[in-house]
């Protein structure tokens, strides 16, 4: 039986992984066996056996337990451990997520024992290699021997950077295999809408009207760390929401709580905390995330998984960032880069407002991305 290793470090890489696992289970339970490595890059306390029972996903098999530290501790750390399960487990391949540390480590640690690296979210690029992600996924990308990319775009980019989409033969590190197969997290956006429907009570706990909301989420340390961006982009929110009476719900991500009494002036601060329009809630599960997207009237967001997020609910969001790896969203009109420019932000939700007229194209495929990347890893790797 073909035997992969699939590494993940963090609840969002869980969460991908849960689309290959499914296809596993429901397609090729008699020809895939799958392993999965938490490296315990992020403690979660969200990740108790409640998160997994929630969204009927399979629980590691291994956890690392590595913890949090420097990249370079936390990396050589990782690289370490996924080497030992390596040469215990001797899978055939090993599969991979997007860009974290563990991400990196993973691809290290097999490629230089020449287990094949099955990158998945290929190609993604923000021009910007002072992110670690930027730094995290090309040279990931540069020992993969088939790379998966969820967009066109990710595949021209890789082309530019030498790959080859038409190589033929065994692919290999020399001789890697390119290929556009949709997005995994569209096939879970598919899968889980159904299951938040009918569980999620985020709306009515909150009182929030479908589609009378602003959902914005601010976790990025570029933007919580760095007083100025974090009071532009409050000042937004306040703005917005008083001059249209409209509630922003905002639920926090643990550093975003941590650091708001410490980066913005105390008058922003207490004006914030005081604005009956403005929700600051707890972090809320995948499936209230979900909900929250999908009935929302917009989205404002720092992070590149609710951007994606609200394209597929057919949503307008708003980027507190000056670059995005997902630049279909913002060529086809439905996102606009701010970054945390307070007029920008005001300017681009008045637009958003009172545009009816935009598009989502199909961009992300067609929500079987994971069984793509299964043919392709039987046909071309065992």
Request: charged share 20%; hydrophobic share 40%.
């Amino acid at each position: 039986m073909f035997k992969i290793i699939t590494v993940v470090g963090a609840r969002p890489q869980i969460i991908k992984a849960a689309a290959l696992s499914r296809a596993i289970k429901n397609h090729y339970s008699g020809k895939i066996n799958e392993v999965i490595v938490h490296t315990g890059q992020h403690y979660d306390e969200n990740m108790s056996q409640v998160f997994f029972d929630e969204l009927g996903i399979p629980s590691p098999d291994i956890n690392l337990s590595v913890g949090s530290g420097s990249h370079g501790k936390q990396t050589a750390t990782m690289i370490e451990g996924i080497e030992k399960v390596i040469l215990d487990e001797k899978p055939n391949a090993i599969v991979v997520y997007g860009d974290t540390n563990s991400t990196l480590a993973a691809g290290v640690a097999a490629s230089k024992i020449h287990i094949p690296v099955v990158h998945i979210e290929a190609g993604l690029r923000s021009y910007n290699k002072k992110m670690p992600e930027e730094v995290n996924r090309i040279m990931c990308d540069h020992v993969s021997s088939l790379l998966f990319s969820p967009t066109k775009t990710g595949v021209e980019n890789l082309l530019k950077e030498g790959f080859k989409q038409e190589a033929a033969g065994n692919y290999t590190m020399d001789n890697p295999g390119v290929f556009h197969c949709g997005d995994v997290m569209y096939d879970n956006s598919i899968h889980f809408s159904e299951i938040s429907a009918q569980e999620s009570t985020v709306l009515a706990d909150n009182k929030l009207i479908e589609g009378e909301y602003i959902l914005s989420t601010i976790h990025r340390n570029d933007n919580t760390d760095t007083p100025e961006r974090i009071t532009g982009i409050f000042e937004a929110l306040q703005a917005i929401s008083k001059e249209n009476n409209v509630e922003i719900v905002l639920p926090l991500h643990p550093r975003t709580a941590k650091i708001l009494t410490q980066n913005l002036p105390s008058e922003l601060y207490l004006t914030i905390q005081s604005n009956p329009n403005i929700k600051l809630i707890p972090p809320v599960s995948f499936l209230d995330m979900i909900a929250l997207e999908k009935n929302s009237k917009m989205v404002i967001t720092d992070s590149g998984g609710v951007q994606k997020e609200a394209f597929f609910f057919k949503k307008a969001c708003i980027i507190l960032r000056p670059e995005t790896e997902w630049v279909e969203l913002v060529l086809c009109g439905s996102a606009t880069i701010v970054g945390w420019n307070k007029d920008k932000i005001i300017e681009a939700y008045n637009r958003y407002s009172n545009d009816s007229s935009l598009r989502f194209p199909p961009v992300f495929g067609d929500g079987k991305a994971a069984e793509f990347i299964c043919d392709m890893m039987l046909k071309h790797l065992s």
